[in-house]
């Protein structure tokens, strides 16, 4: 099996909204939260939305990428009460997103156990005069990325080496019946 970047945001936004109670929108987004200080969005909050952006790539050997992605997941919360009580939900809602996030695969094949980095408030006048409460959970996981050699090939080794770690470089590989 293998992923991409939207995979990756789709398949952690479907288990938030599975896991997380209460939750009125919960889903990918790719756009620039500037656009919701200008209004051009429009949702029902209590809101996460997940974005995934490749970071550092290793090859895999198999024709794939093994790629160290960042997600994050942007809290909203809107309230008619106080700045703090809208502040304090996003706050908690965060903290569940990056609780249930840690050591995570979402599903993801093979990938290696989400890192949570951060949690962070983003306040800005804009949002706050419309009410609203932003925070942002970080975390990575490696994904690998790409299709395999091996996948649906039906190849069968005729030969296979075996080596220590010296192996490749001496050219003593042993062969196994």
């Given at each position: 099996m293998s992923a991409d970047l939207q995979e990756v945001a789709d398949r952690t936004a479907a288990a938030i909204k599975a896991a997380i109670g209460g939750l009125a929108t919960c889903e990918r987004y790719a756009g620039q939260f500037s656009a919701l200080e200008s209004g051009r969005v429009t949702f029902l909050a209590p809101a996460v939305f997940v974005a995934s952006s490749g970071g550092p790539m290793t090859p895999a050997g198999t024709d794939q990428i093994d790629c160290?992605?960042?997600?994050?997941?942007?809290?909203?919360?809107?309230?008619?009460?106080?700045?703090?009580?809208?502040?304090?939900?996003?706050?908690?809602?965060?903290?569940?997103?990056?609780?249930?996030?840690?050591?995570?695969?979402?599903?993801?094949?093979?990938?290696?156990?989400?890192?949570?980095?951060?949690?962070?408030?983003?306040?800005?006048?804009?949002?706050e005069k419309k009410g609203l409460a932003l925070w942002v959970v970080e975390w990575e996981q490696v994904v690998r990325l790409g299709a395999s050699v091996w996948d649906g090939a039906a190849v069968i080794p005729t030969r296979v080496f075996v080596g220590g770690p010296k192996a490749a470089v001496a050219g003593s590989y042993a062969e196994i019946v």
């Open positions: 160290a992605c960042k997600v994050l997941a942007y809290v909203i919360w809107q309230a008619a009460r106080s700045r703090a009580d809208r502040s304090l939900s996003a706050a908690a809602l965060a903290q569940a997103v990056a609780v249930f996030a840690e050591g995570r695969q979402f599903g993801l094949a093979p990938a290696m156990p989400a890192v949570v980095k951060r949690t962070t408030a983003l306040y800005s006048v804009a949002l």
